[in-house]
């Protein structure tokens, strides 16, 4: 079983900083991706961002070159760096990493973008 736990969700203003960070403890056999989901009021759990043991990197065309994802696979920890962010990036932030074929979410961590 693995454990996710979130942290540094908040409310900025638009056009500031904020970094997520999840890390996976528990019966951790072999991560193979780990990534970023947001949920916003009324609509369907998005991906943001993924990266995989290979080092591959996706992210949702919405927050191309304004967030980045870094994986930490020593620390089996995640972090999501959100910088200029809007309004619309309002959400609540879910941490997922799947290992050997299972998905395992987060609890989710709020972030409010105020205009």
């Known amino acids: 079983q693995v454990q996710l736990v979130e942290s540094g969700g908040g409310l900025v203003q638009a056009g500031g900083s904020l970094r997520l960070s999840c890390a996976a403890s528990g019966t951790i056999f072999s991560i193979n991706t780990m990534a970023w989901y947001r949920q916003a009021p009324g609509k369907q759990r998005e991906l943001v961002a993924s990266s995989t043991s290979g080092g591959i990197t996706n992210y949702a065309d919405s927050v191309k070159g304004r967030f980045t994802i870094s994986r930490y696979g020593a620390k089996n920890t995640v972090n999501l760096q959100m910088n200029s962010l809007k309004p619309e990036d309002t959400a609540v932030y879910y941490c997922?990493?799947?290992?050997?074929?299972?998905?395992?979410w987060g609890q989710g961590t709020q972030v409010t973008v105020s205009s």
């Open positions: 997922n990493v799947v290992s050997r074929g299972v998905a395992y």
